[in-house]
């Protein structure tokens, strides 16, 4: 019988890991692939900044990034934009534990 309850406890540790690495894991799964599309985006842009930076906001909220236009700055010129941003998210577990990221990435690419 303690075999069992050894058992128990082990799938509960080992659930308990798992469910943090998902809540904790999300807000910097979201970074990286967010980051990963500006920097597609930085380097084929759009036609001017204002609409390059439309575009970026746009993905953010498709991909549930909380960036705020206010953290958002692009500029440059054609084929040659810079795109730097701020924000912050949280992440608890069982609302007991928890920890706020701060994300930025400045991304400066210039067509090939």
């Known amino acids: 019988m303690s075999g069992s309850i050894k058992g128990f ?3 509960l540790v080992f659930a308990l ?7 904790f894991g999300g807000p910097w799964f979201r970074y990286y692939l967010f980051k990963s599309d500006v920097s597609d985006m930085v380097r084929f842009p759009a036609r001017s900044a204002d609409v390059l930076k439309a575009e970026i906001m746009e993905k953010a909220k498709e991909d549930h990034v909380p960036l705020s236009p206010d953290n958002l700055t692009v500029a440059g010129r ?3 934009y810079r795109a730097a941003a701020t924000w912050q998210e949280s992440a608890d577990i069982f609302g007991r534990y928890r920890r706020e990221f701060t994300f930025t990435f ?3 690419a210039e067509a090939p």
Do not use: F, K
């Open 17 to 23: 890991l798992i469910y943090a690495a998902i809540r």
């Open 78 to 80: 054609p084929w040659r």
């Open 106 to 108: 400045d991304e400066n």
């Open 9 to 11: 406890a082990c799938l």
